[in-house]
Antibody, heavy 125, light 110 residues
Framework: QLQLRESGSGLVKPSQTLSLTCAVS??????????WSWIRQPPGKGLEWIGY???????SYNPSLKSRVTISVDRSKNQFSLILSSVTAADTAVYYC?????????????????WGKGTTVTVSS | QSVLTQPPSASGTPGQRVTISCSGS????????VNWYQQLPGTAPKLLIF???QRPSGAPDRFSGSKSGTSASLAISGLQSEDEGDYYC???????????FGGGTKLTVL
């Protein structure tokens, strides 16, 4: 059974860099069928997709965050990571990693079918 | 304000049928498939419906999805107390070039 688990810095100072890792177990990250996504949820608010990566390293980012986001993959460790630079209080959220599926032409199908439990990141001095 | 519009709240009594709407545009729902996620209190979201009306393995058949034009709906029949939580629709948006979520609907079982 595929499981994802987020880990990383729980408290980050404003203007610094947030760094999280998602460890994948019970399955391989080296699948052409799936990509690996990050999603976040500010306290009391809705979900926001951050971006995804394939095992090949190909990425797609939310345009609103693109200038500050880097998602990378470590195939040898079966994990992928999120870096978000120049953080502010608005980046305080629960961050989820998930397996995502893209199918059809032009993202006709795109959904996340397996999610991690999430990790809380607080931006504060 | 989200690109996909959902009612902020919905409610029903046990056993009732409840529907949650999701309104979008031609650049998202009108040209892509819609997915629904269930988030129970204090837990991570879970895929409930994908590709407009498909249930993943393990999702109860009390949940069903539909789409017409630029709108989609999630229907829950035989409402149960454990269905209480937040429900989000989502679809890819060509104009924004990214995945977008609705603002979420908080379902209360009275």
């Amino acid at each position: 059974q595929l499981q994802l688990r987020e880990s990383g810095s729980g408290l980050v100072k404003p203007s610094q860099t947030l760094s999280l890792t998602c460890a994948v177990s019970g399955g391989s990250i080296n699948s052409d069928a799936y990509s690996w996504s990050w999603i976040r949820q500010p306290p009391g608010k809705g979900l926001e997709w951050i971006g995804y990566i394939y095992h090949s390293g190909r990425t797609s980012y939310n345009p609103s965050l693109k200038s500050r986001v880097t998602i990378s993959v470590d195939r040898s460790k079966n994990q992928f990571s999120l870096i978000l630079s120049s953080v502010t209080a608005a980046d305080t959220a629960v961050y989820y990693c998930a397996r995502s599926y893209k199918g059809g032409a032009a993202y006709y199908y795109f959904y996340m079918d397996v999610w991690g439990k999430g990790t809380t990141v607080t931006v504060s001095s | 304000q989200s690109v996909l519009t959902q009612p902020p709240s919905a409610s029903g009594t046990p056993g009732q049928r409840v529907t949650i709407s999701c309104s979008g545009s031609s650049s998202n729902i009108g040209s892509k498939t819609v997915n629904w996620y269930q988030q129970l209190p204090g837990t991570a979201p879970k895929l409930l419906i994908f590709s407009n009306n498909q249930r993943p393995s393990g999702a109860p058949d009390r949940f069903s999805g539909s789409k017409s034009g630029t709108s989609a709906s999630l229907a829950i029949s035989g409402l149960q107390s454990e269905d209480e939580g937040d429900y989000y629709c989502a679809a890819w948006d060509d104009s924004l070039n990214g995945l977008i979520f609705g603002g979420g609907t908080k379902l209360t079982v009275l």
